[in-house]
C-alpha cells in the first residue's frame, strides 16, 4: 500500500505549513505541490463525507486549492493552515449540494432518474480497492451515515483532529461535536469497534494524488500573488 507520507519529498517534511506558505508569498510557487500532497488525502476523506461522488470531490479539492492559494496573503499565521484550507473545501461542498439542491428542485423528475441511476450503478476506484467484504461493509456502514454525523466522525476519528480543529473547520460548538461524535459512534459500534484503519478506508492514491498537483499547479503557475 502507497501511503501519502511517501509521497512527499524527504527534504520538505521538516518544513511547516506556515513556513511554506511564507515562501510561496515570496516567490517560490513550486511549493504549493508540498501543500498539495501533504493535505490531498484528508482533503479528499472530508470531502467524500460530504458528498459521496469521487469525481466531484476531486474537482472541489482544485477549487479549493486554487482559492487558498489566491487568497495565501489573507492567511493570518496565528491559525493552523490545515483547517483555514479545510473549511475553504467544506464551504465549496456545501455551496454545490445547495447549488444540486437548487437544481434538483427546477428539474424534479428528470434529476430522480439521475440521482438513482448514481446511487444504484456507481462503482468508484475506492470500492474495487477495497475488495476485501470487511471494509466493504465499513465503507458502506460509514457513507450510510447522515452527513453531519458522517463528516464529523471522519473528521475526528479517520482525520484524527483535534475537537478544537473540528469546532473551527465545521463551525461547530464543542457540545455539538461530542454529540454528533457519540451517536456517530453508536450508530457504527457494531461494524466499526475494532476494525477502522486509518490508512485503510477512504485512500487517496499516488496516481490520483499526481493527477491532482498537476492539474493544480497548472492553474497556480498563471496566478500572480506576489
Request: proline share 1%.
Amino acid at each position: 500500500m502507497i501511503r501519502l507520507d511517501d509521497q512527499e519529498d524527504i527534504a520538505t517534511k521538516s518544513l511547516d505549513d506556515s513556513k511554506i506558505v511564507q515562501e510561496i508569498l515570496e516567490g517560490k510557487k513550486d511549493l504549493y505541490t508540498v501543500i498539495i500532497r501533504r493535505y490531498n488525502q484528508r482533503l479528499f476523506r472530508i470531502g467524500l463525507s460530504i458528498i459521496d461522488d469521487e469525481s466531484v470531490i476531486e474537482e472541489i479539492m482544485q477549487i479549493a486549492y486554487i482559492k487558498a492559494y489566491e487568497n495565501l496573503e489573507k492567511f493570518r499565521f496565528e491559525a493552523r493552515f490545515s483547517t483555514w484550507l479545510i473549511r475553504i473545501l467544506v464551504n465549496e461542498s456545501l455551496m454545490y449540494l445547495k447549488r444540486r439542491e437548487q437544481t434538483y428542485k427546477r428539474s424534479k423528475n428528470h434529476l430522480e432518474t439521475d440521482v438513482l441511476q448514481s446511487s444504484v450503478e456507481y462503482n468508484t476506484p475506492l470500492k474495487e480497492m477495497l475488495n476485501s467484504e470487511l471494509r466493504t461493509a465499513l465503507e458502506s456502514s460509514i457513507k450510510a451515515l447522515p452527513e453531519k454525523y458522517r463528516t464529523v466522525f471522519i473528521v475526528r476519528v479517520i482525520e484524527n483532529m483535534s475537537v478544537a480543529e473540528t469546532m473551527e473547520c465545521l463551525e461547530l460548538t464543542e457540545a455539538s461535536v461530542k454529540v454528533r461524535l457519540n451517536r456517530a459512534k453508536i450508530m457504527l459500534r457494531n461494524k466499526l469497534n475494532s476494525y477502522v484503519q486509518n490508512e485503510e478506508i477512504m485512500q487517496f492514491y499516488k496516481p490520483r494524488c499526481d493527477k491532482m498537483v498537476d492539474a493544480v499547479m497548472k492553474k497556480v503557475l498563471q496566478i500572480d500573488i506576489t
